[in-house]
């Protein structure tokens, strides 16, 4: 088996940055065919795990650090940069707010949709989440 395709089982053959999937069968050249990519979401000098993503998606982070964006389809207010998110959470546990949604439902929505997205993205973390009233709307909390 080949590295990429180990990568691609483990990663179920989604893009890691824009979670969509990605096809094995394509040409590694072509912007969807499949590329693997080194985070280096660990301290300075020490590479992260090897992640899969579509070439083009690779090749648009380049050397900056990452951003995987939010579901467009999601109602949240502020939403905190995921990547720094899980660097935090990796460093040290504790609870960070995310977002706030104006409703119960669109944070339980907000909730279930980062909570599936966090576990492929860092599997290692085990995380939890938790909608807080205040202010008008509800707070979402990720917590390790």
């Not at 080949?2 to 990605?22: F, H, T």
């Not at 104006?102 to 973390?125: F, G, N």
């Amino acid at each position: 088996m080949s590295k990429m395709d180990e990568v691609g089982e483990r990663e179920s053959w989604r893009c890691w940055l824009c979670d969509e999937p990605v096809d094995p069968d394509m040409s590694v050249n072509d912007p969807r065919g499949p590329s693997i990519d080194s985070i280096n979401t660990a301290k300075k000098g020490k590479g992260g795990p090897e992640r899969l993503a579509h070439r083009a998606c690779n090749t648009k982070k380049g050397a900056v650090k990452p951003v995987v964006p939010w579901s467009d389809a999601l109602f949240v207010i502020d939403p905190a940069p995921i990547i720094g998110v899980v660097e935090q959470l990796t460093r040290k546990p504790g609870r960070v707010a995310v977002a706030r949604c104006p409703s119960k439902s669109d944070a339980q929505d907000a909730s279930d949709w980062l909570l599936d997205r966090l576990s492929r993205l860092a599997p290692e973390l085990t995380l939890e989440t938790k909608i807080e009233p205040g202010g008008g709307g509800f707070l979402l909390v990720v917590s390790r």
